[in-house]
């Protein structure tokens, strides 16, 4: 039987996702499971809140009541079943009757391996130790079109309408009107906040 690696996602009881990966962690131990449960993850993503004058980052849950786990598969040599992924019983059994844990994502409770796709996106990709890439979003509470006020700066206080904003740098573009005309102003996303309807 051939060896590989792949991630799964199983389902937890709502917020038992850190005492899920802890229990694993423990199970891994214990039972000395190192080559058969490669590693635990709660993908999460940085957020950035931008409200009222302040930037908040806080971390999220990417998931909520799911953990990605890393796991030795074997592709069976039966005949008929060449190249079928397989997990362990062994391992099954661990992960799926750990405390907290509802069962594997899967059509009927049985492990589908994530996506080679999947797994980059998640920020796992030649990741062994379980951690998920870093990502960070930013949140405002303002959107494109709406009345906004100008709470910094050389335009503090005038009022104009959201254009664009641009997260990845941290800006946005107001349109202000200024002595009869109106003008397009690019400000940090933490300068602006939303006008009081």
Known sequence: MAVDARWFIIHTYSG????VAENIGKIVENRKMQDKI???CIPVEKVVEVRDDKTV????????SYVVVKLAVEYSDKEGEENVLKVPDVTWHAI?????VTGFVGPDGKPVPL??????????????????????????????????TITEGLMEGNSGVVETIDTDNGT??????????????????????????
């Open 172 to 197: 946005v573009r107001v349109i202000v009107s200024f002595m009869g005309k109106e003008a397009p102003v690019e400000l940090p996303l933490n300068q602006v906040k939303k006008a009081i309807d």
């Open 57 to 64: 980052e806080v971390e999220r849950k990417i998931f909520p």
């Open 96 to 100: 799926r009757y750990t405390s907290g």
């Open 38 to 40: 490669l590693g635990v």
């Open 16 to 19: 038992y996702e850190n005492k």
């Open 115 to 148: 996506t080679a796709d999947e797994v980059k996106k998640l920020g796992l990709e030649g990741n062994a130790d379980g951690e998920a890439g870093d990502k960070t979003v930013t949140e405002v509470s303002y959107s494109v079109g709406d009345l906004v």
